[in-house]
């Protein structure tokens, strides 16, 4: 598996991850045989957040990984934080909200690594823009955690271009990515200035649920028409799909959303599906039911 800089500043990372936000219900070895299958086939970075599983992902990783100490220079772990859930973990919470004050997030950082067993991340992003975002706050404890050594790198995700030019520039080191929601079906970040001003500023995205979360798989004319293009290409429909991703001049970086060990092998193989420029038009075309103008 091919690794790439996400930012010419920022860590390389293998260039399919692997989600753990579905995770919740595995067993231990479930989640340690989904670890291995990730790294045989050359995915050594892992997407997580404080509150998947109900705060409870982080944690049962942590525990899969605890034992395997020479693991951890071999992996990037990336998390993010600023939601906080209304939970029985945390009954302080009287309403679901974002929380991006130096406090939460320093906390937060401080509760992903212990959970993680490790004493650095790779890279933190704040999980989702909050309308009290104090811009200088957030840097001042970014650049806290980054003197520390906690944290190594830092991003957003789901933030328009104006929020991350705005916290950005209240930053003294870059933004490394903005993991945004892309997928075939969910395209309209290609045409609205989100992922031109990543590429602008040399950011490659991660793409969120890069199926659709699943969503392409049901039954429907768009889905036999794209099973018979997956045909003329010999590969599986989200070999497909992810190709259509990988494209991308931007770099994109899917998230692999699988708790199956055996699609998850597949998606890490998406990287040699070529796909043809016309056929990612074809593919678009299915889905917007038009020609481009
Ligand atoms: N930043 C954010 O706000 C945000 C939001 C959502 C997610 N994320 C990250 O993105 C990752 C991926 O998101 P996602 O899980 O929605 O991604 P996804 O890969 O688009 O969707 C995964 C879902 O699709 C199903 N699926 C995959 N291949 C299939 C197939 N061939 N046939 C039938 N079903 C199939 C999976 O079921 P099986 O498990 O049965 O295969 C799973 O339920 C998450 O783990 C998380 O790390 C971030």
Not at 228 to 254: D, E, M, N, R, V
Request: hydrophobic content about 40%; proline content about 4%.
């Amino acid at each position: 598996m091919e690794k790439k800089r996400i930012h010419p500043e920022g860590p390389e990372l293998s260039r399919i991850i692997t989600g753990v936000w579905r995770w919740h219900a595995l067993s231990s070895s479930d989640t340690e045989a989904l670890i291995n299958t990730s790294l045989e086939n050359g995915i050594t970075t892992f997407d997580h957040a404080d509150i998947y599983g109900n705060y409870s992902c982080e944690e049962l990783f942590g525990y899969a990984i605890a034992n395997r100490s020479s693991l951890r220079s071999t992996i990037q772990l990336v998390t993010k934080c600023g939601i906080k859930l209304l939970s029985d973990k945390r009954p302080e919470h009287r309403v679901k909200h974002y929380d991006t004050s130096k406090e939460h997030i320093v906390a937060s950082v401080e509760h992903s690594l212990q959970n993680l067993k490790t004493d650095y991340l790779d890279l933190l992003l704040l999980h989702r823009p909050d309308p009290l975002m104090n811009p200088a706050e957030v840097a001042e404890a970014f650049s806290t955690l980054k003197q520390s050594g906690k944290v190594l790198f830092f991003g957003i995700s789901n933030f328009t271009v104006t929020q991350f030019e705005m916290l950005q520039s209240y930053l003294p080191f870059p933004l490394v990515t903005n993991q945004i929601e892309l997928s075939l079906f969910n395209h309209q970040l290609f045409f609205d200035g989100t992922v031109d001003t990543l590429m602008k500023h040399h950011i490659s995205p991660m793409a969120w649920s890069p199926l659709g979360g699943g969503k392409f798989f049901t039954a429907s004319e768009t889905q036999k028409q794209l099973e018979a293009l997956a045909q003329h290409y010999t590969c599986s429909l989200s070999q497909l799909l992810l190709a259509w991703l990988l494209k991308h001049p931007s770099g994109i970086f899917p998230i692999l959303g699988t708790t199956n060990a055996s699609r998850l092998t597949e998606g890490a193989n998406a990287l040699t599906v070529k796909l043809d420029r016309q056929h990612w038009f074809a593919m678009l075309k299915l889905v917007t039911g038009k020609d481009v103008a």
